[in-house]
């Protein structure tokens, strides 16, 4: 028939015209990240102690191949210990996830923040508080969407 | 003397109703390209981006107005005049509303300028519109964009010109007049001359996307291939008065298209006749934006093939068979 190919382009767009749009409005609308993306670190704490998991051993301060993990460790009365400082550089992480990797008592894990950005270096280093701090809003997000399953 | 000053009443609401149009022809456009590529379009400016056209006008103003110093001064500020001038005095002709009897027995037209010759009136323009691109292009001192631009324009308007006239001579044909109240009054009698002449249709949709230089005979100003064509060199406000007589050849042609082969104001009764003929303009003037979501650009050896290889030699069939079945008194299908 005549104009066959460009009646079918047109019929193409007719039906895109009426489909939903893509677009994401980010900054009022957010895409869910993938479960198991890798975004910003969490330390965690035990549940019933609010104790942290960490035992200082050292490893993920090993395995980081950009060096941005620095802890200074302490000695609990209980003669267990914890880190006293636990701070990432994520001016430097390359968010590889091999310190979630290592971690033999599940202590340090990963989080779906992903809006890091700042204006200061100084700002880029998180403290052990920080972390503490993403991992407990992060568990309690993760609760919710069990509790919704 | 009240008629002086009805035409200059008709002539401020009709500069007046095409600034609005033009305005809200780029918002509805962008709109629906937007959803033709699965994105939203305009929405930041005002709910679902209505008051986007505005910013985008108050910004025309305050842009910087660069005139290049190879440029050829006089004609550099009369192209960007003359660009929306020819398609406006066209649109001067072409009524916004049906005709209506006064009590005292004459006939209100709502266009400006009413009279016999009306189609021959609106060919003219249309044929004088593509002198503000040319200009354009040569007063663009040796840009060579610009004079590409304009010699395509050049090219596509002795191609296009002969089409648009030929294909609106058949139904001249049938109804024997240049009065576009009178193709109106014909269709209400008969059928929508779109069933008597559906190749003359074909060929009058072709010839009119050409005359506004939309896809897919965007030629004078391809954006792949020549930036913005003849308007390369032109900034803010300048610019902006280019658009304006594109966007009004779209609403002339558009309504011509609607009066003389879907019959204008004519249509069942149950919508109004102004209601009809606005609905018409409106589904020529998407179909404008419909091609520009779809159809890759012809090259302009390609439109002057389609033009005059095949579309002439063919209207000319068209003309004479028409000519032959209204002499035997043939009923034309």
Redesign the interface.
């Known amino acids: 028939m005549l104009f066959n190919d ?1 009646r079918k ?2 019929s ?3 039906k ?8 994401c ?1 980010y900054p009022t609308q957010r895409l869910n990240v993938p479960e198991r993306g890798r975004w910003l670190h969490a330390l965690n704490l035990y549940e019933d102690s609010q104790k942290i998991k960490c035992i200082d051993c050292g490893l993920c301060e090993e395995v980081c191949p950009s060096k941005c993990i620095e802890i200074i460790p302490k000695e609990n009365e209980d003669h267990t210990k914890s880190p006293a400082i636990y701070n990432i550089d994520l001016g430097r992480c390359c968010f590889c996830g091999l310190c979630v990797e290592v971690c033999p008592e599940l202590a340090i894990s990963m989080s779906d923040k992903y809006e890091l950005a700042d204006y200061d270096r100084e700002k880029f280093i998180y403290t052990k508080e920080d972390l503490i701090k993403v991992g407990l809003e992060y568990n309690k997000k993760l609760q919710e969407k069990e509790g919704e399953l | 003397m009240i008629e002086v000053i009805i035409g200059i009443v008709k002539l401020l609401v009709l500069v007046a109703v095409l600034s609005v149009y033009v305005m809200y022809a780029t918002w509805y456009e962008r709109k ?1 390209m ?7 379009g305009p929405k930041r400016v005002g709910p679902y981006g209505l008051l986007q056209p505005l910013a985008d006008t108050i910004k025309s103003f305050f842009k910087e107005g660069v005139v290049p110093t190879r440029a050829d001064k006089p004609l550099f500020w009369l192209a960007p005049i003359l660009a929306p001038t020819f398609p406006f005095a066209a649109a001067a002709a072409i009524p916004l509303f049906p005709p209506i009897e006064l009590s005292n027995g004459t006939t209100f037209y709502f266009s400006v300028f009413h009279s016999d010759v009306d189609l021959l009136y609106i060919l003219a323009m249309m044929g004088l519109s593509g002198f503000g691109v040319m200009l354009a292009g040569i007063a663009s001192g040796g840009s060579k964009y610009s004079f590409i631009g304009a010699q395509r324009e050049i090219a596509q308007v002795v191609s296009y010109e002969i089409i648009l006239a030929l294909a609106l001579l058949n139904p001249i044909l049938m109804v024997q007049s240049l009065n576009l109240t009178d193709f109106v009054t014909f269709q209400q009698q008969h059928l929508w001359l779109v069933f008597y002449q559906p190749f003359a249709f074909v060929a009058f949709v072709i010839a009119m996307i050409a005359s506004a230089s939309r896809v897919p005979f965007d030629l004078p100003e391809a954006e792949s291939e020549l930036v913005a064509g003849f308007n390369t060199e032109f900034s803010g406000l300048k610019m902006a008065m280019f658009f304006f007589g594109q966007y009004v050849t779209i609403f002339v042609v558009s309504a011509l298209a609607a009066i003389v082969f879907l019959g204008g104001w004519s249509g069942p009764a149950i919508l109004p006749g102004f209601v009809w003929y606005w609905l018409k303009i409106f589904l020529f003037i998407f179909m404008f934006t ?2 520009w ?3 890759p650009r012809y090259r302009y050896d390609q439109l002057m093939d389609i033009a005059w290889k095949k579309l002439l030699p063919l209207l000319v069939l068209n003309i004479l068979w028409t000519g032959f079945a209204l002499t035997v008194h043939m009923p034309i299908i």
């Open positions: 460009l382009g047109l193409v767009t007719l895109y015209l009426f489909t939903h749009p893509v677009t409005q | 629906v937007g959803h033709i590529q699965q994105r939203i419909w091609f979501g779809t159809f």
